[in-house]
C-alpha cells in the first residue's frame, strides 16, 4: 500500500473516531496532535462548535457537559492518542521526516485539512499546557479560561508572539 493511500485511510478513521466521541451535531473542528520524537510523548485534544453556536469546547470537556461516563471518554482519547501516533509512525515507515504535530481541521461536510509542523516540542516551549493554549488561541481565536491558561497566553502575546 502506498503512503497516501494509508494516510488516508488513517485520516478518515480519525475524523470518523472524533466525529463518534460528539455526541450533538457539530459544525467545525480542530484537533492538535502532538509526537515526541526523543522521548514518544504523545497527546491529542479536538474542540468544536456545536451546531448554531459560537463557544468551543474542549473535548475534556465532553463526559461533563454530556452527563457520559468518564470511563468511555478517557478509552476514547487513548484510542485517539494511539491514531495520532500512527499516523506519525506512517511518515517513519514511508521514510519521511516524521512531525511533531499535526493539526487537523474539519467541518460538519467532511471538509478537512492537516497541517503538520516539524521541531515544535523543545525546551523551550513551555509545556504541553502551553503549546495547546497558544494553538487554540492562533488557530481559532480561542481564549483559554482559567487563571493559569490566561497567565500562559498574556504571556505569549505580550512577547510579540502573535
Known amino acids: ?3 497516501t ?3 488516508s485511510k488513517l485520516y478518515g478513521k480519525m475524523a470518523n473516531h472524533i466525529n463518534n466521541m460528539i455526541p450533538v451535531d ?3 473542528l480542530y484537533c492538535l496532535g ?3 520524537q526523543v522521548d514518544g510523548f504523545s497527546t491529542v485534544v479536538f474542540y468544536f462548535k456545536e451546531q448554531g453556536k ?3 469546547i474542549r473535548s475534556y470537556e465532553l463526559a461533563e457537559r454530556y452527563n457520559e ?3 468511555m471518554h478517557v478509552n476514547w482519547k487513548d484510542e485517539l492518542r494511539v491514531m495520532v501516533v500512527e499516523i506519525n509512525q506512517c511518515f517513519k515507515d514511508y521514510e519521511q521526516e516524521p512531525w511533531d504535530r499535526l493539526t487537523l481541521k474539519l467541518d460538519s461536510t467532511g471538509a478537512f485539512n492537516i497541517d503538520f509542523e516539524y521541531d515544535t516540542l523543545n525546551a523551550n516551549s513551555g509545556g504541553p499546557s502551553a ?3 497558544i494553538w487554540a488561541y492562533e488557530n481559532f481565536g480561542y481564549v483559554a479560561q482559567g487563571p493559569y491558561f490566561k497567565k500562559l497566553l498574556d504571556k505569549h ?3 510579540g508572539n502573535v
Request: net charge negative.
Open 1 to 3: 500500500m502506498e503512503m
Open 5 to 7: 493511500d494509508k494516510l
Open 26 to 28: 457539530w459544525e467545525e
Open 34 to 36: 502532538e509526537v515526541g
Open 54 to 56: 459560537e463557544e468551543f
Open 69 to 71: 461516563s468518564d470511563e
Open 131 to 133: 503549546r495547546e493554549v
Open 157 to 159: 502575546i505580550q512577547a
